[in-house]
Structures are given as structure tokens and as C-alpha cells.
């Protein structure tokens, strides 16, 4: 089982790779759109990357979730994600750290939400479902 | 005839690999300007065909239902030019294929006439498509799949192997 550290170094490659940055450009709190510049299609690349990288499987819209806020018109009020959004948002997150997030949850700020911290604690998460249950792992990994 | 950068493909594995044929001849229009007395084949060319021979394979995994669109060349490199006489053989395997979306990474091989084997290592490119959304893009294209339509559609019935299915 790979440690944390592990974790976070293959990480980094993968966003080297997939965003063509410099390694020293990617530290834990970066996030990916404001400091690493991902755009739309990058994230749908990490994606991939890191399916391969760890042998694990990732669903549609569970790292990057497309539309949070969409199904129910309480998760957001005059801009910011209500009580409601929030408990959605760690429901459908469990892996993000919103304790920053929560104090001034303008929904406009949700990217900040996606760091390379946020996608190695999602990867730690994985990675140890598909040690736990082998053959949920995807073939060819 | 449609921009298309392959001759015929050699091998077809469906939704794992392809392989390619391309003949570079100097009659090709662009080779006047690409370059004045100097023609070599225009390097985003040769990644079109490659992109081609991998959208082929990707778009035919799934019946050719989905629009397979490039949506990223993460990486390409070029080792030397390529030149009006040469045959080129794009060679393209599945990284990994997903509702969303695919990878493939390719090789582009050159071989001068008369040369045996499979020639030398000239392009390598890893090259990512999407899968335009279903229910967006019938709202922006309708039902049409724009991407494997009309003339490229007749034209692969043309160059995919024998027993290949080409786009119903």
C-alpha cells in the first residue's frame, strides 16, 4: 500500500503530464484551474491518468463532479451554496476539505475547492477500496 | 474529397489498435508552399492522420455512434522529416476507452522506396478525444453524427481491412 507521500509524488507526475507545468509549480494547495491552469478537458485527462497510474476505477462526476448545485434549487441562494448545497457538497465530496470553503461559500469559488491535496486525499480513498476488494479493480490495471 | 490523410488501413484490432498506410506523394498541394523547393510533410499533418486513424478506432468501438472529437495532443514529437516519395504508417493502440472519452498513443513510421521492414520511428503522440455529450450536442448538431458522416463514411468502406464493418 503506498503511503501518502507516494501518493502525492505520482500525483504531481500525473498533472505534469496532463498539464504540462513544472514539478516545483505543484504543491498541495495548489488548485488545479487558478494556479495549474486545467481547462474543461484537462480534468476528463487527469482522469484517465490517474485510472492508469493507480490501477483504480474512477465513476463519472465523482472526483469532478459536473453539477452539484443543479438538482435542487436550495443548495444556492443569492450566490452562495446554503446549509443544504454544503451537506450535498460532503455528501458527494467526502474526500474535499470545505472547512474554508463553508465560511464564505460563494458558489463562484468552488474551483478552489480542487487542489492537488483534495485529488491525492480522493486517490488514498481508492486506492484502499481497490486493496480491500481486488476484483472491483478495472481489468487491464 | 474530404480532408483525409490515410491511403488504407493494414490492420485493424477493434477498440485496441490500428495500423495505417499513408503515401507521400509530391503532387499533394501544400508541398508548393510547405516548402518552396524544400517540400517536407507538414508536422500538424502527419498528427491529423494519426488523429484520424485513432478517431477510426475509437469511433468504430462504439459502432460508430458516438462524435469522437480530438479534444487534446498532450504530447507529440518529431524525430525527422518526412519527404514526397516516402510511405508512412500511422500505428495507433487504445490506451484507455471510457463513455466519455478515449486515449490512444501513436507512432507514425517512415519508409523511403524500396525499403523493407517497418521503417523508422519518426512521430510520437499521445492523443486524447472526448465524446461529444449526447444530449448537448443534439441540441447544438441535432441527430447527425457529424463526425462519421457521408464521404467518410463511403470512404471507409474503401480502406478498413476485409470484414471490417464500416459505419452503418
Do not use: C
Not at chain 1, 452539484?68 to 444556492?76: C, H, M, S, T, Y
Not at chain 1, 480522493?122 to 487491464?140: H, L, R, T
Not at chain 2, 444530449?135 to 470484414?163: C, M, W, Y
Request: charged share 30%; hydrophobic share 40%; glycine share 8%.
Amino acid at each position: 500500500m503506498p503511503t501518502r507521500d507516494e501518493i502525492f509524488t505520482k500525483v504531481s507526475e500525473t498533472l505534469v503530464e496532463a498539464l504540462n507545468v513544472d514539478a516545483d509549480e505543484v504543491k498541495p494547495e495548489s488548485t488545479l484551474q487558478g494556479d495549474l491552469g486545467a481547462e474543461s478537458i484537462d480534468f476528463l485527462d487527469i482522469v484517465f491518468r490517474l485510472e492508469r497510474e493507480f490501477g483504480i476505477k474512477i465513476p463519472r462526476g465523482e472526483l469532478f463532479p459536473e453539477s452539484i448545485f443543479q438538482g435542487d434549487p436550495e443548495f444556492v441562494k443569492d450566490g452562495k451554496v446554503t446549509e443544504k448545497g454544503l451537506s450535498e457538497l460532503r455528501a458527494r465530496m467526502p474526500f474535499a476539505d470545505i472547512s474554508d470553503f463553508e465560511k464564505d461559500p460563494q458558489v463562484i469559488k468552488i474551483g478552489e475547492l480542487f487542489t492537488v491535496e483534495l485529488i491525492t486525499r480522493y486517490v488514498e480513498i481508492k486506492v484502499k477500496e481497490a486493496a480491500a476488494n481486488p476484483q472491483s479493480a478495472p481489468q487491464g490495471a | 474529397m474530404r480532408w483525409l490523410w490515410i491511403d488504407r488501413f493494414l490492420d485493424f484490432q477493434r477498440g485496441k489498435s490500428a495500423r495505417a498506410l499513408k503515401n507521400i506523394s509530391l503532387a499533394e498541394e501544400y508541398f508548393a508552399d510547405h516548402f518552396p523547393g524544400y517540400p517536407v510533410m507538414p508536422a500538424p499533418l502527419m498528427v491529423e492522420g494519426l488523429a484520424q486513424t485513432g478517431g477510426i478506432l475509437v469511433g468504430e468501438a462504439n459502432d460508430f455512434r458516438e462524435k469522437v472529437v480530438l479534444a487534446k495532443v498532450p504530447y507529440a514529437r518529431f524525430h525527422r522529416d518526412v519527404v514526397p516519395g516516402e510511405q508512412i504508417v500511422y500505428d495507433v493502440e487504445v490506451l484507455s476507452l471510457r463513455p466519455e472519452g478515449a486515449v490512444v498513443q501513436g507512432k507514425i513510421f517512415a519508409r523511403g522506396p524500396g525499403e523493407k521492414g517497418n521503417g523508422e520511428l519518426v512521430v510520437e503522440a499521445e492523443i486524447f478525444f472526448a465524446h461529444l455529450d449526447q444530449a448537448r450536442s443534439q441540441q447544438i448538431f441535432g441527430d447527425r453524427n457529424f463526425v462519421f458522416s457521408g464521404e467518410l463514411k463511403t470512404a471507409l468502406q474503401h480502406i478498413l481491412p476485409k470484414g471490417q464493418n464500416p459505419p452503418a
